[in-house]
């Protein structure tokens, strides 16, 4: 059986806002952006190449904004990920190297922190 992780729910106090951030700084493709009713508003947004996207809105979750930690993006290079960043106003850390890969992180305008990782080349 396939077990594919396909959204997850990150929490914005201010859904125009967010969605800006991630489609023009970040780069994140604007799937849906469905207003089901008064309390629910629905936004897709996936990054380029992912399977996995993101949803912000109202109604989607409980969680407090700004509390999303630990969620990674992972890019083939590292340095054009950063300039892409930092060229698009975001503020973005620089770029820090582990034997596991080098990283670069950032956090939307709600304070939910990303990760971006370069995976080294495997022998």
Request: negative net charge; aromatic residues 10%; proline residues 7%.
């Amino acid at each position: 059986m396939d077990w594919k992780l396909e959204l997850v729910a990150i929490p914005v106090t201010d859904v125009d806002r967010a969605k800006n951030f991630y489609v023009e700084q970040v780069g994140f493709v604007a799937d849906h952006d469905h207003t089901v009713s008064d309390e629910m508003r629905f936004v897709q947004l996936t990054p380029p190449g992912s399977a996995c996207s993101i949803a912000i809105g109202r109604g989607i979750t409980d969680a407090e904004p700004g509390s999303v930690r630990g969620v990674q993006l992972v890019v083939p290079d590292i340095n054009a990920a950063h300039a892409w960043l930092q060229e698009h106003g975001v503020d973005v850390s620089e770029i820090q190297q582990f034997p596991w890969g080098d990283f670069v992180f950032f956090s939307d305008p709600d304070g939910n922190n990303w990760s971006v990782q370069a995976i080294p080349a495997r022998n």
